[in-house]
């Protein structure tokens, strides 16, 4: 997975989630690894998609295939034997919304897409020995189809944009590494004014905008960036190359990121751009337009309704299966008492 939008990070370690205690190797298996974060045009054609992840597996071995399907609300996983038909069935089913991983023991892969962005994301992350052999064929594919593509140091990403707590045995939380009877991870984000921190990702209509080690920047870009301000931005390395892609590079050695040097570069090139003021417009236009669309699946009332219950919960189906409000063909609802306890149900038809 291609990430981390700790997105895949999360699904790779929830699978350590167990109903007993388990011993924890403090040594980080992901301190020699690197993250891709990748946006493609939502048009691109799913052959595209499929081949650059067949280029991928020339090198890189899954052990595990996941994809949730939208519009059944379930999560599926498949044999790596069943990987095209397991992509095929993702991308007809989730035509506005995707969530496909392949996850191996050496890296972690995501596409993902959210009903409202306008691109789709791939997430990848992956040892560095293994990146710096693909570099050019991973390259390649941004130079081609990427809207923005940037290259992070896994730790860097992780500790810019989230912040890790154990869950205990004993259903407490802590943010201590060394205590027992760790059950699993989970993540939350950064509560704190994100402002301060360097190389903190703006997530914004599933753009992933920032300042990050290495970046690409293709033509959908220069209608969000400026596009002068980018190619003459100086840094350790700022070049052009084919299909007008502009690729910067911020400072000389990934591994190098908690320099003041480079962490003081990191915030020039957001204030240059103006990153921080457009993702943040991009941000009030997103969730101005998620007040004015709402089309929910699933809504909840809480009132006195006409058969006892204080609760109302609104399905919206569609050949009786989940749908979005402006889709489906009937809704089932639902009473609950106060004890969570149901009173009443009926489906009727819109």
């Not at 140091?153 to 259903?171: A, F, M, P, R, V």
């Amino acid at each position: 997975m291609i990430h981390l939008e700790i997105m895949g990070l999360f699904d790779k370690l929830q699978k350590n989630k167990q109903n007993e205690s388990t011993n924890i190797n403090l040594e980080n298996k992901y301190d020699n690894w690197k993250d891709y974060n990748i946006s493609v045009k939502e048009s691109i054609a799913r052959e595209k998609l499929f081949a650059f992840i067949s280029v991928l597996l020339e090198y890189l071995t899954p052990n595990k295939i996941g994809a949730n399907q939208y519009k059944s609300g379930h999560r599926y996983r498949y044999y790596p034997k069943r990987l095209q038909e397991a992509f095929e069935e993702e991308m007809s089913e989730s035509n506005k919304r995707i969530r496909f991983v392949l996850e191996g023991d050496d890296f972690n892969f995501l596409i993902r897409k959210e009903r409202l962005d306008r691109n789709i994301r791939i997430l990848l992350s992956l040892r560095k020995d293994l990146s710096n052999e693909l570099f050019e064929k991973i390259e390649t594919f941004i130079v081609k189809e990427a809207m923005f593509a940037s290259e992070s140091d896994y730790n860097d990403e992780l500790k810019q944009n989230s912040k890790t707590i154990y869950t205990l045995k004993n259903g407490k939380v802590t943010e201590n590494p060394k205590r027992g009877e760790i059950i699993g991870y989970s993540f939350e984000p950064i509560t704190s004014d994100f402002k301060k921190y360097p190389g903190y990702r703006f997530k914004t209509y599933g753009y992933g905008i920032g300042a990050f080690y290495r970046m690409w920047f293709g033509q959908g870009a220069y209608e969000i960036l400026d596009k002068n301000a980018l190619r003459s931005f100086s840094c350790h390395e700022n070049v052009v190359l084919d299909n007008d892609v502009t690729r910067i590079t911020l400072y000389k050695n990934i591994s190098d990121y908690n320099k003041k040097a480079n962490r003081n570069k990191q915030m020039e090139f957001r204030k240059a751009l103006s990153i921080d003021e457009i993702a943040d417009k991009l941000k009030r236009e997103e969730d101005e337009e998620i007040r004015s669309n709402a089309d929910p699946e699933i809504n909840i009332k809480e009132g006195n309704f006409e058969h006892g219950g204080v609760r109302l919960i609104q399905t919206y189906l569609k050949d009786g299966e989940l749908a979005h409000r402006s889709e489906a063909d009937s809704v089932e609802e639902r009473e609950l008492d106060e004890n969570g306890k149901e009173v009443f149900s009926i489906i009727k038809e819109l």
